[in-house]
């Protein structure tokens, strides 16, 4: 990880308990971070940095996995404001050929990739995706892949449907998923610095970014402001709402209960389901989470050390053992 200044003008720092938060509540938890191999915790409520920890002690630049998803769909939200994308557009309008020896593939649209219902066939909980990273043509690879099922039906998860977004959006804008976001987002968010892998020019779309923590956790709370940063609207209310609600079940019945229902590249949780509050999530691999709470007006960053996929349920303990326990109000 790259180690970054610790100054921030876009998030006011203030005292838990000023914001209704239990200081020695959230300092109990430090007894656990250690020994879960937590990397990275920054709690904000009502837009303030209430509590922060670092395993090194500092924020540093760091992978966020397939938290870059998420990202990636706020950019696509603002291209779709931009009225330069329709959700029901099939995707053989960007793709040469697409659909030319399987009919059913014309069917397959925007909304079906930011959902990951197109139909492909891709089994294995997204392994095709590392295959298709030991290729040359990324977009070839995922294009060609047949269909296993009607597009819309059933949802699979797919990184490939990740990056045909990406290079959606450099087909429209002529700029990289990247440059688009740099100009259009996190230079507006004050992001001390994103780097984001490419292949062939366009954004790595299903991974591949790395941030640093409270960075992630200033999209939350834009996020949480409706798309709106420093009185100018960045994303649109409807896009945040629309694309953070649950489109279908996804990951849901997954033990232990890492995910949940999917929107646009978003995960959804709900009250009935986890025992506590509605929100949203972003998530990448090994428990990178970016969790917003609008009930409570709190955004909370985790980032762990990799230790396999389901000791990912680590970071979302801390969040319902933890920090949840510390709101007083």
Not at 3 to 23: F, V, W
Not at 173 to 184: I, L
Not at 231 to 248: D, G, H, P, V, Y
Not at 265 to 291: I, K, M, P, R
Request: glycine letters at 8%.
């Amino acid at each position: 990880m790259e180690i970054l200044p610790e100054k921030d003008e876009a998030l006011y720092s203030s005292l838990p308990e000023a914001h209704g938060m239990d200081s020695e509540r959230l300092r109990r938890m430090m007894d656990v971070l250690v020994e879960w191999k937590i990397k990275d915790v920054v709690v904000v409520r009502n837009g303030a940095l209430i509590w922060k920890w670092h395993d090194r002690d500092i924020d540093r630049l760091g992978a966020v996995f397939s938290c870059t998803k998420s990202v990636l769909s706020a950019i696509v939200g603002i291209v779709v404001d931009e009225g330069l994308l329709q959700l029901d557009q099939p995707i053989s309008d960007f793709f040469e050929g697409f659909g030319a020896n399987d009919v059913n593939k014309n069917k397959i649209t925007v909304r079906h990739l930011l959902t990951m219902t197109p139909g492909f066939e891709w089994p294995e909980f997204d392994k095709p995706y590392f295959n298709m990273r030991k290729t040359k043509d990324w977009i070839g690879f995922i294009t060609k892949q047949p269909l296993a099922h009607e597009p819309g039906e059933v949802y699979t998860y797919n990184s490939g449907c990740s990056h045909l977004l990406s290079s959606i959006v450099t087909k429209l804008t002529g700029k990289s998923a990247f440059q688009f976001g740099q100009e259009r987002l996190f230079d507006k968010l004050g992001f001390h610095k994103v780097k984001w892998n490419h292949a062939s020019g366009i954004s790595e779309g299903g991974a591949g970014m790395h941030m640093m923590a409270r960075d992630l956790a200033k999209l939350g709370q834009l996020y949480l402001q409706q798309g709106k940063w420093n009185e100018e609207q960045l994303i649109s209310k409807n896009w945040i709402r629309e694309s953070t609600e649950a489109a279908n079940k996804g990951l849901s019945n997954y033990k232990p209960p890492i995910y949940g229902n999917y929107g646009y590249h978003w995960w959804n949780s709900t009250a009935e389901y986890n025992g506590w509050t509605d929100f949203y999530f972003a998530l990448g691999y090994g428990g990178q989470y970016l969790f917003v709470i609008p009930e409570f007006q709190l955004v909370v960053v985790v980032r762990k050390a990799v230790d396999g996929k389901n000791n990912a349920i680590l970071s979302k303990n801390l969040l319902f053992e933890h920090i949840a326990h510390s709101i007083q109000e």
